[in-house]
């Protein structure tokens, strides 16, 4: 009775172009949720959050890493900003608020440590082991249908995984229209496709998940700023004079402008977008962001050797599982903790991969070499 009241809820108080939660697909049956109180994209809201990877958002760079400084974003910070911002745009658009959680708490649960560097240097080993490229969106659906559970997965609605597959901040758009006809089956062949051609674009099959994708950039460009600005990295005053005048100088104002133009250029439309003045200051902005920050030196001290962390513990991880080493982490602590079928149908590549993506940074230093580990800054 209480599912059939809330459908009936959203059938009068959604707008036309929101996904509504009867829509909801999941690859597998679910029992449990038949007789639930929960509609399906909150039942996945829930799911994420309890989910063991999303407890490791907590010690995940954002940007800046091996930095220790209480009010440097972490990525379990960026998520709920994402998830904020997306539900306030959804709210004035009359979209599906519980989709739209669920797509942004779960859109990062891949990343690798060390940010998009850590994302990087991962890629390299996966494609040189055969496995192809590795991208972090991809990698989260991987986590939440393959990986969770000791391999079963949480069972998501498809526009849930959709969206988090589909969510690519780095790409600039001033508009997105859904791509609505799609099926697991899409999903799968996108996922293949990716880690063949990073360069493939991918679009969602909501309007959830359009705003989403818009929100991740709002959710990271003014609060990278801040950050870079409190390590000293840049002025305030550095910022291209023509971004300040459309969208401001502090993260705050930044947020707000892109947030109302946003809401103002999507209202009543079938697609979700910046008017065309906020979306070129935007773009000037993540380009200032990237040549800024970055890719400012004083970030860069320690990639090389980051980098030479990665390459030695893939190789001993991949060398452990064919010598059978039982003593070895990647045994101990993942391994024996996965079904059968995970082990069956991953290779030892895919096994290594799916390990080191989930470690926090912290988790990842402790394993290798300690003569080797970085000094973490106070600042």
Not at 84 to 104: M, Q, T
Request: charged residues 25%; aromatic residues 8%.
């Amino acid at each position: 009775m209480i599912q059939l009241a809330l459908e009936q809820r959203e059938r009068e108080t959604l707008s036309p172009i929101a996904t509504q939660s009867a829509a909801g697909v999941r690859r597998f049956e679910d029992t449990r949720l038949e007789e639930d109180y929960r509609q399906p994209f909150s039942a996945d809201v829930d799911r994420i959050l309890h989910s063991r990877a999303y407890t490791r958002y907590i010690d995940k760079t954002q940007v800046f890493y091996l930095i220790k400084h209480d009010h440097i974003t972490h990525r379990v910070l960026h998520v709920q900003l994402v998830s904020k911002i997306a539900r306030s745009i959804g709210r004035f658009l009359g979209l599906n608020e519980d989709l739209i959680e669920a797509i942004a708490l779960g859109h990062d649960i891949g990343h690798t440590p060390f940010g998009h560097d850590g994302e990087k240097f991962l890629s390299e080993l996966c494609r040189a082991s055969g496995i192809g490229y590795f991208q972090h969106n991809v990698q989260s659906v991987q986590f939440l249908e393959r990986v969770e559970r000791k391999g079963k997965g949480w069972n998501l609605c498809l526009q849930t995984l959709d969206g988090i597959l589909c969510h690519d901040g780095e790409i600039h758009n001033q508009k997105l229209k859904p791509a609505r006809d799609k099926t697991f089956e899409t999903i799968d062949q996108e996922m293949a496709a990716k880690k063949t051609d990073p360069e493939i674009k991918l679009i969602p099959m909501t309007q959830e998940g359009c705003v989403v994708r818009m929100a991740d950039t709002i959710g990271y460009i003014g609060r990278d700023i801040e950050d870079a600005i409190r390590l000293n990295m840049i002025e305030r005053s550095d910022l291209p004079a023509e971004c300040v005048e459309r969208l401001g100088d502090t993260n705050g104002t930044i947020v707000y402008n892109l947030v109302t133009d946003i809401i103002n250029s999507s209202f009543q439309n079938i697609y979700t977008a910046f008017s065309p003045e906020v979306s070129a200051a935007l773009e000037r902005l993540k380009k200032f962001n990237l040549e800024h920050i970055y890719m400012n030196p004083k970030i860069k001290s320690q990639t090389d050797t980051i980098k030479k962390l990665f390459g030695i513990l893939f190789e001993r991880f991949l060398d452990d599982i064919e010598k059978e080493n039982r003593t070895s982490v990647i045994f101990t602590s993942f391994l024996e903790d996965m079904s059968q079928d995970y082990i069956a149908n991953h290779n030892s590549g895919e096994i290594v991969r799916d390990f080191i993506a989930g470690m926090t940074d912290q988790y990842f230093l402790r394993l290798c070499p300690q003569d080797m580990v970085p000094q973490i800054q106070l600042a």
